[in-house]
């Protein structure tokens, strides 16, 4: 354990997103904030984005994240120009020199790309380096029992999430318990960013190849687990 946080920690760009379901291919984000933390976990800059997705929200969607067609279509910016703004600003802060941290973060970074591409906004070939507390969690302590919501790992490194999914809410939080991580596990981790980024690769890959064999084991034959990290 040490009690100072790597550079790469120090500063971190935090990113989450709501969205009208889990298929990062055709859902769309409803909202999204990205958010600048200073060393001490405090916010520094927040930028917020609700957006109009175009299509019903479904209920079991507007159930979790508060957010009803209704308010979309009446208070939230287009979506091309939502999702222009939001990929913008996350380019902005990478180059301005800051790890982008985000919770699970294909299932953001990959809905994101698939926004841009129906709405013909330009991507980048690559997005690094990126900090996904929860790919990082599982390979530091990977034999702790019980879930790996962003709810249970905030309370696990005494971390307090407000509204959980509310896309601001969430964003920070997982930028804090990234900075909970890395006090206590610098010693195991890259001391590089982009060390870590490309390290992240691996553990995630390795992590669904062992979970697709527990599935394969225990229920279905035929399961098979994305691996892809930080896009799939």
Do not use: C
Not at 40 to 62: K, Q, S
Not at 165 to 170: I, K, P, R, T, V
Not at 175 to 195: D, I, K, S, T
């Amino acid at each position: 354990m040490t009690n100072t946080l790597p550079l790469w920690a120090e500063n971190i760009a935090v990113f989450d997103t709501e969205t009208t379901g889990i298929d990062t291919a055709n859902d769309r984000v409803v909202s999204s904030t990205i958010a600048l933390l200073g060393k001490n976990g405090e916010v520094l800059e927040r930028y917020d984005w609700l957006i109009d997705p175009g299509i019903e929200i479904p209920a079991a969607a507007a159930n979790v994240h508060g957010i009803t067609t209704e308010v979309a279509r009446t208070s939230g910016v287009e979506t091309s120009v939502g999702i222009s703004q939001l990929v913008a600003q996350l380019l902005s802060m990478i180059d301005r020199g800051f790890a982008l941290v985000a919770y699970n973060a294909p299932f953001d970074l990959s809905l994101l790309k698939a926004e841009a591409e129906r709405n013909g906004i330009a991507w980048p070939k690559e997005i690094a380096p990126v900090i996904d507390p929860l790919v990082i969690d599982k390979q530091v302590d990977r034999y702790r029992k019980g879930k790996r919501t962003l709810e249970v790992v905030s309370a696990h490194y005494g971390v307090e999430l407000g509204t959980a999914h509310d896309a601001g809410e969430d964003a920070i939080a997982a930028g804090r318990v990234l900075q909970g991580l890395a006090l206590r596990y610098a010693h195991v981790l890259p001391a590089e960013v982009m060390q870590l980024h490309e390290a992240q690769v691996a553990w995630a890959a390795n992590q669904a190849a062992s979970f697709q064999e527990y599935m394969r084991r225990v229920r279905d034959p035929n399961f098979t687990a994305e691996g892809g990290w930080p896009i799939r």
